[in-house]
Each structure stands twice: as C-alpha cells, then as structure tokens.
C-alpha cells in the first residue's frame, strides 16, 4: 500500500516569514494525484493545494507553493508571508486507487 | 467547490447499540466514498474505500462486520458502527471523489461518544 511521511510533527514561523513542511511518499503506481490539506480546531479538512503527478510545474495557490520532486518521491509545501490564520494542523495526503494521508505537522505562527 | 454533507456532527449512544452515519455529495455523483477514523491529535486513518453499488473495500485491521458500509447510490454512503463500545469513541470522516477523480470533497466529520 502506499505510505506518505511527514516526518515534522511541529514547526513554528514567525508571522510574515516562509516556512516549509516536508512530505515524502511511497507508490508504486504511475497515475496519482497528491495533496496539502489544512485542518483548524473544527476540523473541517481544506483543501490548500493539488499537484497532478504527471505534471513538472509545481503547482502554486497565492502563498502557497510547492516544491514537488517525482523522482525522489518528495512534496513540500512553502507557505510565503505567514499569517496568524495559517496556523493549524497540515496534512500531505497521496490519491491514487485510495487517498491516505501522512501524519500531518502542527503548524504555529507567531505574531 | 463540491459539498460533502455528514450527518450527525456528533452523536452519543450506548455500548451494544448501533449507530449510522451518513455521508451525502450534494451537487455531484460521488463513484467513492473513503471513510476516515480520527483519533485525538493524530491523522486520518483511512478504514475503508466505498464504490457506488459494490462492496467495500476495507483496510487490514477494520472489522467489516463491526463498520458496515453502504454505498447504494452515487451520493450516499453510509457507516454503520455495529453493537458500539466506548473504544470506538472517536471522530469520523467521510470524503467523496467526483467522477473526474481529481479531487476528494469531505464531510464535517461526526464525533462519536460511546457510553
């Protein structure tokens, strides 16, 4: 089955400033989609942005971007001039035959 | 975007009694359905991968006769917590992808209390 690691349980930016969360993944199919998903305290999962894996241009949302690396398997996520309503729980999710998720890092911004 | 709704949001019972919870695709055809259990400050553990008018698949370790699923149309599928203890007290969350399977719209999930 395919596996997605986070391997940051927390990271902390000051506000304003760029911070990075790494995802790294484990398939062996060709065709799949991947995922960086925002979950504040409600819980509600929030869709922050989608990379096709057939597709070489890293995909960019605002200030988001990411920084996707096919054949190392790697996914991160650079979130640019951080702001107080970014903090929550992130989540690299990996959508091939399944949708499985990572572990997910808490993310803190401080003012 | 598309709309997911779960319902209940939250929902206490007995142990020994059932309990259904229902995840709708409002304004799309949903061919699956993932359900998600949740622990306290963990991730979404995926339980098992629902398609429109065939069993489920479920993941190693998920009692399927415990969590029954149905997926009887193209938008509702639902999870049926069979005989609950309070061990299955836990957050639960349902996503759907569109016929396009680029995307997984999720529900707001419903917190399950067994007393």
């Known amino acids: 089955a395919q596996t997605v690691t986070q391997s940051q349980p927390e990271m902390s930016v000051q506000e304003a400033e760029t911070v990075t969360l790494s995802c790294t993944y484990d398939?062996?199919?060709?065709?799949?989609?991947l995922f960086w998903y925002k979950q504040p305290p409600s819980r509600q999962m929030i869709l922050v942005i989608r990379?096709?894996?057939?597709?070489?241009q890293n995909a960019t949302e605002n200030r988001f971007s990411v920084n996707f690396q096919k054949a190392a398997k790697s996914f991160s996520l650079k979130i640019s001039d951080s702001q107080l309503g970014d903090a929550a729980m992130y989540f690299c999710?990996?959508?091939?035959?399944?949708?499985?998720f990572g572990a997910g890092t808490r993310l803190t911004v401080k003012p | 975007g598309a709309v997911v709704s779960q319902h209940p949001s939250w929902v206490i019972c007995k142990s020994g009694t059932s309990v259904k919870i229902e995840c709708r695709s409002l304004?799309?055809?949903?061919?699956?359905m993932f359900w998600y259990r949740q622990f306290p400050k963990q991730s979404l553990m995926l339980m098992a991968t629902s398609n429109e008018g065939s069993k489920a698949t479920y993941e190693q370790g998920v009692e399927k006769d415990k969590f029954l699923i149905n997926h009887a149309s193209l938008t509702l599928s639902t999870l049926t917590v069979t005989s609950a203890h309070p061990e299955d007290s836990s957050f639960y969350i349902c996503?759907?992808?569109?016929?396009?399977?680029?995307?997984?719209?999720f529900g707001q999930g419903t917190r399950l209390t067994v007393v």
């Open positions: 398939t062996s199919e060709s065709d799949y989609y």
């Open positions: 999710a990996y959508e091939g035959n399944d949708m499985r």
């Open positions: 990379q096709e894996a057939y597709k070489q």
């Open positions: 996503s759907a992808l569109t016929d396009m399977n680029t995307e997984a719209f």
């Open positions: 304004d799309f055809q949903a061919t699956t």
